[in-house]
């Protein structure tokens, strides 16, 4: 079962019903305890970064999320939530990888809209050509510390990071549950690691 | 690079896609939800859901609606009609939109924007604008689907409301709505002059060459009709050939396959 973090603000819909599209059931978190009956998360979506945060800190899910060690996908706000800080609202964020988060330099701003994502081969884009296109609705993206966790970058102004990984730590600046067969393809690589981790243990 | 998007708009009216022509003489257009998934399938890289007598009502939107073509789609979905607050936009997301659309409530009390950008990240606030023409150069801001002059300079607010929150402007020229001939360009370029947020252009769409135009002479990012999908003279995937063959980067079809 996998968990979506419910953080208040957004669009949950889609990314549950992505989910059940590849054959994954899924279930909404709002607090910690909720995290007892999945084995993998989803940290979406649509949001800023200040007010998620916050409602990450009163349900207690900010400290559960840090020592989650299970497969984690955040998308787009839910993965800048994973880095130190944003310059969005300029307060802490999960720090589970190491950078930050600042505005993009590209205009129009917020980049909005279906841009070319080229990645390294790594098994989430298995099935996926590099230079696929999918759907991107924002204005900052992270700035990694460490190279090596990116997995793929987009271009608009300048090169951004769009998809990055530490071990079973993913994120995903682009929208998956909003970017038609790529998105859903995506989903269901990522759900067949979330699998393979269930074979393990 | 970022493509030009096309968005097809369903105008929705209790329940049912209606198109009129210069905002009355509506007709009905056939169901919702099933328009959305036709245009998903032939290519559409967003959709558009406008509940357009929402606010002339004073109705909250169709949430069931929303939520039936949201789970449809997996192409963005794009909600307006009726939405005055914070409370009423978190309602619509949860619904399943990805960004929703304020004109009324956000003329009445610009604040609105500032705050649902402050609580949704301002990406996923849209501000539309119904404008009609004063004198050359000088357009109106309409409220009420249409049906009340607010008096206020389109420009100037369109100005105004990307400086608050707005993530994108809707912009729809009331004279040119539902005629076919084509967007209005110096519209267009007056705001594209004073905001850099993504702009759609609305209102006026005849065929190919004129949204060429919207998006290269008129510089809008992308591209909103209606009529000529409804009525089958187009399908997103015939347009976009044209679009490609006049040197618009539009989104292709994808190779990848599900399952």
Same mark, same amino acid.
């Given at each position: 079962m996998i968990g979506v973090i419910d953080h208040g603000a957004g669009n949950l819909v889609s990314i549950t019903n992505a989910l059940t599209t590849v054959g994954e059931d899924s279930t909404l978190v709002s607090s910690s305890q909720e995290l007892a009956d999945v084995d993998a998360i989803v940290l979406p979506g649509v949001g800023a970064t200040g007010p998620a945060m916050a409602r990450l800190q009163e349900t207690g899910l900010d400290m559960a999320l840090r020592s989650w060690s299970g497969p984690l996908l955040g998308i787009c706000v839910g993965f800048q939530l994973l880095f130190d800080r944003s310059d969005e609202d300029h307060r802490p964020c999960l720090g589970v990888m190491q950078g930050n988060v600042s505005e993009i330099a590209? +205009?129009?701003?917020?980049?909005?809209?279906?841009?070319?994502?080229?990645?390294?081969?790594?098994?989430?884009?298995?099935?996926?050509?590099?230079g696929e296109t999918f759907y991107f609705v924002h204005s900052f993206a992270p700035v990694p510390r460490d190279d090596e966790i990116v997995i793929a970058t987009t271009h608009h102004g300048d090169t951004f990071?769009?998809?990055? +990984?530490?071990?079973? +730590?993913?994120?995903v600046q682009f929208h998956p549950?909003?970017?038609?067969?790529?998105?859903?393809?995506?989903?269901?690589?990522?759900?067949?690691?979330?699998?393979?981790s269930r074979r393990v243990a | 690079m970022l493509r030009k998007r096309i968005i097809p708009c369903l105008d929705v009216a209790d329940g049912r896609v209606v198109k009129g022509i210069q905002f009355v003489d509506i007709v009905d257009a056939g169901d919702p939800v099933e328009l959305a998934s036709r245009y998903a399938a032939q290519g559409? !890289? #967003? =959709?558009?859901?406008?509940?357009?007598?929402?606010?002339? !009502? #004073?109705?909250?939107t169709l949430l069931d609606v929303v939520a039936r073509t949201a789970a449809r789609v997996n192409v963005p979905l794009t909600v307006g009609g009726g939405v005055r607050s914070v409370e009423d936009m978190r309602a619509v997301l949860r619904a399943g939109a990805d960004k929703v659309a304020v004109n009324t409530a956000a003329v009445r009390r610009p604040d609105l924007l500032k705050e649902c950008a402050t609580t949704f990240g301002r990406q996923?606030?849209?501000?539309? =604008?119904?404008?009609?023409?004063?004198?050359?150069?000088?357009?109106?801001?309409?409220?009420?689907?249409?049906?009340? !002059?607010?008096?206020?300079? %389109?420009?100037?607010?369109?100005?105004?409301?990307?400086?608050?929150?707005?993530?994108?402007?809707?912009?729809?020229?009331?004279?040119?709505?539902?005629?076919k001939d084509g967007y209005d360009l110096d519209l267009l370029s007056a705001i594209r002059?004073?905001?850099?947020?993504?702009?759609?252009?609305?209102?006026?769409?005849?065929?190919?060459?004129?949204?060429?135009?919207a998006l290269s002479k008129g510089h809008a990012d992308a591209v909103l009709a209606a009529s000529i999908f409804h009525h089958g003279e187009y399908t997103v995937g015939t347009l976009k050939q044209e679009l490609?063959? %006049?040197? =618009?980067?539009?989104? #292709? #079809?994808?190779?990848?396959?599900w399952p």
């Open positions: 590209g +205009r129009p701003l917020p980049h909005t809209g279906w841009n070319d994502v080229d990645h390294t081969g790594d098994p989430l884009f298995s099935g996926i050509p590099s990071v769009a998809a990055a +990984r530490d071990r079973n +730590r993913i994120g549950e909003r970017s038609g067969a790529s998105g859903t393809r995506l989903l269901a690589n990522f759900v067949s690691m979330v699998r393979t | 559409a !890289d #967003e =959709i558009c859901f406008l509940d357009i007598t929402a606010s002339s !009502d #004073e109705r909250r996923c606030v849209v501000l539309a =604008i119904d404008a009609r023409t004063v004198s050359p150069q000088s357009w109106s801001v309409y409220t009420h689907g249409g049906r009340r !002059d607010a008096a206020v300079d %389109a420009v100037g607010w369109a100005e105004l409301g990307a400086s608050l929150g707005a993530g994108e402007l809707l912009v729809t020229s009331m004279d040119r709505d539902g005629t002059r004073v905001v850099d947020v993504p702009l759609i252009a609305s209102g006026g769409a005849g065929g190919a060459a004129d949204m060429v135009d490609s063959r %006049a040197g =618009i980067a539009v989104r #292709e #079809e994808s190779s990848v396959t």
